[in-house]
């Protein structure tokens, strides 16, 4: 069996962003060389996502409308986390929108859903942080 290990970093201008990373986890997949097995994409972090979805722009203001429906920024005094930090938000965001997704890799390639896009979702940005991409297989 092959494995294959790389990280992806990010640094997003604002504190919350989608940035589809379908191409990049391709890549990976590519230089991994591996034609048939699993492939994990995971955030580092407890404030950032990984998931998949449509890459469609109603869509990801329809999330973030959602998201801070469940989860506001703002006021920061609202939650109990926020002492030393103000980002108590970004650690429920990322709990709601997952923190990791796994892929079949077929015939050397991603084996998605015709409308599926893998997604970093970012809650506590302007700041590096990275992605965990694992590929096993042959
Ligand atoms: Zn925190």
Redesign the pocket.
């Given at each position: 069996m092959k494995s294959y290990r790389e990280e992806l970093w990010f640094q997003t201008k604002e504190r919350r962003a989608f940035i589809n990373i379908t191409p990049l986890v391709e890549e990976c997949v590519r230089k991994s060389g591996i034609k048939e097995g699993l492939c994990l994409c995971n955030a580092m972090h407890i404030?950032s996502s990984v998931f998949i979805n449509d890459d469609e722009e109603g869509l990801h203001q329809d999330f973030e409308v959602w998201l801070e429906k469940l989860a506001p920024e703002k006021p920061y005094s609202l939650y109990r986390?926020n002492g030393y930090?103000d980002?108590?938000d970004a650690?429920l965001k990322r709990t709601i929108m997952g923190r990791e997704v796994v892929v079949a890799v077929t015939a050397g390639r991603l084996d998605l859903g015709t409308w599926e896009r893998i997604f970093y979702g970012e809650f506590d940005g302007r700041r590096r942080k990275r992605v965990l991409v694992k590929i096993i297989g042959e």
């Open positions: 404030t986390h930090e980002n108590a650690h």
